[in-house]
DNA sequence: ACTATTCCTACCAAACAAGTGGGAATTTAA
DNA sequence: TTAAATTCCCACTTGTTTGGTAGGAATAGT
């Protein structure tokens, strides 16, 4: 199986929350939880690895949050699996050659490269500002949501 | 981590080799261990899930082996990690939307979706002919090899 | 019969995934 | 100055996956 794990996925849904409330301050994550459904203390988890990539921005204390630490338009899925997942090539020998000694006239390794090449572009390809605009206008059609 | 496993990338291999080796009656995994630097023991893991995918064909009893089912123009990369990794799709949301009650609207599945296209594309593109055929130039200039 | 093979079933250890939990540190507000 | 609201940090648990190893049965050629 090649599957992003919960940490990338709610991930993701955890940043286009964020982006949902851009420009209206710290939001907190007991209500990120509850609009996506998910568990606070699970989301904790995604919190420092977002954080080091310069991702979100936390305010401690009564009153903190998280805000986006840029603007929807500079955060891409890319920039958020990374963070979350490590590195986006589907084997190790493609960032590292030197773990294998194959690795310079391995023409399985060439696919790999390739790979990684297009799934690093196609999630390069949507920031957080596109997710949020093709959220409201689905909501638009969709079925009444809650929140 | 969003990897493919050693099943994967050992399986690509060892196809490789049954390309390279097509036409000249089953090849013995013994050999194809031995070409590849890897454990006859693993590789015969790979056997079930490559024959039930109808990829090889195997003949029983000594003077056996393995063959390829098709030629190396019908098998494609996409065939041989599907068969070994089971779906390529990054969530089981985007092959099963039952699975989760959001995939009638949710956002982020849509890029699940959109990455599992551009993946399955990628490694659809890629026969075990182009594979030899590049294998074979290759060693033209490259290092000489014992292999 | 003997040998060479594939084939099938188990087993194992280490890593990873997914999540729970306790409680310390920080900040605001009464 | 105390209480409440939050983030933050560390540890633990449980189940699954990964990457193998191993024994021996079944099959076929010589």
Known sequence: MIRISTKGKYGARLMVQL???YGNGPMLLKDIAEKENLSVRYLEHLIPPLKSARLIHSIRGARGGYTLAK????ITLKDIIRALEGPLSPSEC???PE???RSGFCITRDI???LEKTISATLAMHTLADLVQKYLS???YGEARSQ
Do not use: F, G, Q
Not at 71 to 74: A, I, K, L
């Open 19 to 21: 982006a949902i409330n």
């Open 71 to 74: 603007t929807p338009v500079e």
């Open 94 to 96: 493609v960032e590292s």
């Open 99 to 101: 773990v294998c000694d």
């Open 112 to 114: 790999w490269v390739e």
């Open 138 to 140: 689905t909501t638009y």
